[in-house]
C-alpha cells in the first residue's frame, strides 16, 4: 500500500512542476528577445496593419516588424534556440486546448517554393531580393 502511496505522489508532483521545468514563453512583445542587428520597421508594419483583417474573437493584437541583414536559416536558428520549439505537429488543434494549459511551441519544415528565389519588387518596395536563403551545395 506504501508503493501506492508513493506512486500518487510522485504523479502530482510531476503534474504540478512540469509547467515550471518547461520553458518560459514571454507573456508580451517586449519580452521577445530582437535578433542581433535587426531594425525597426514602421513601413512595413503599417503596410501589414493596413491589410491584416481580425474577426471578432481577436482581443487584442500589435505588429512589429523588423528588417535584418541576415539569411533567414540563422534567424530561424535564433529564434528556435530561443523558444526550445520541437518539431512536428503537436497534436492538438487551438480550439481544443483548456483554460490553463500550454501547448509548447512547435513548428514544421517545408520546402521552399521557387517564386522565393525571385526578385520581387510590390507597391515600389523590395518584398523579395532572392538571396535570402543559404544556397544548398551540390554533392561532389
Known amino acids: 500500500m506504501k508503493i501506492g502511496r508513493i506512486g500518487w505522489l510522485l504523479?502530482?508532483?510531476c503534474v504540478f512542476t512540469s509547467p515550471a521545468l518547461a520553458a518560459r514563453l514571454p507573456n508580451r512583445l517586449d519580452d521577445i528577445p530582437i535578433y542581433p542587428g535587426?531594425?525597426?520597421d514602421p513601413e512595413l508594419e503599417e503596410l501589414y496593419r493596413e491589410s491584416a483583417y481580425y474577426d471578432e474573437t481577436v482581443v487584442f493584437s500589435?505588429?512589429?516588424a523588423y528588417t535584418v541583414n541576415a539569411i533567414v536559416?540563422?534567424?530561424l536558428r535564433f529564434?528556435?534556440?530561443y523558444t526550445e520549439?520541437?518539431?512536428g505537429w503537436p497534436g492538438i488543434d487551438a480550439e481544443d486546448v483548456e483554460p490553463g494549459e500550454m501547448v509548447g511551441p512547435w513548428y514544421s519544415v517545408t520546402f521552399?517554393?521557387?517564386r522565393i528565389f525571385e526578385h520581387i519588387v510590390e507597391y515600389g518596395r523590395?518584398?523579395?531580393?532572392?538571396?535570402w536563403i543559404r544556397p544548398i551545395k551540390p554533392p561532389n
Open 11 to 13: 504523479l502530482v508532483l
Open 38 to 40: 535587426a531594425v525597426r
Open 62 to 64: 500589435d505588429v512589429r
Open 73 to 75: 536559416d540563422d534567424v
Open 79 to 81: 529564434y528556435l534556440d
Open 85 to 87: 520549439a520541437t518539431e
Open 112 to 114: 521552399y517554393p521557387d
Open 126 to 131: 523590395v518584398m523579395n531580393e532572392g538571396n
